[in-house]
């Protein structure tokens, strides 16, 4: 299959998963001549984790990692990944109102 065909073929199978779907209608106007509805599908949503990046200072990386290694050695383990640290402070930060208070206001005052 050639680099082409494999395109038209992907085109053709997302425009079939944005394809309106046709349903008949739950009121028809007679039962004889049955009107239909377009519904147009929903796209699915992301099933896969979203990648975001963060850039840090060479210092403050160097500390975060310094704290990340003291943090698996309290932990009792080996390693510990800033992935899990980042989605350990975000979880936090999205579950307790008093601390994304605290971020806006350092947020806030980073911008004055």
């Known amino acids: 299959m050639s680099k082409a065909d494999e395109l038209r073929a ?7 998963r944005t394809a309106p779907t ?6 028809a106007v007679t039962p004889s001549a049955p009107a239909e509805t377009y519904i147009p599908t929903v ?3 992301l099933a896969k984790p979203v990648r975001s990046t963060v850039d840090l200072a060479p210092d403050q990386h160097r500390r975060l990692q310094a704290w990340i290694n ?3 050695v309290t932990l009792g383990r080996a ?3 800033k992935q899990e640290v ?6 936090r ?6 601390l994304a208070a605290a971020i806006q206001q350092d ?4 911008t004055q």
């Open 10 to 16: 992907k085109a053709a199978r997302v425009a079939a």
């Open 22 to 27: 046709k349903l008949p209608a739950q009121s």
């Open 43 to 45: 796209a699915a949503p």
């Open 70 to 72: 003291d943090a698996a």
């Open 79 to 81: 390693r510990l990944s």
């Open 86 to 91: 980042m989605t350990a402070l975000v979880r």
């Open 93 to 98: 930060l999205l579950a307790d109102d008093q």
């Open 107 to 110: 947020l806030r005052n980073a």
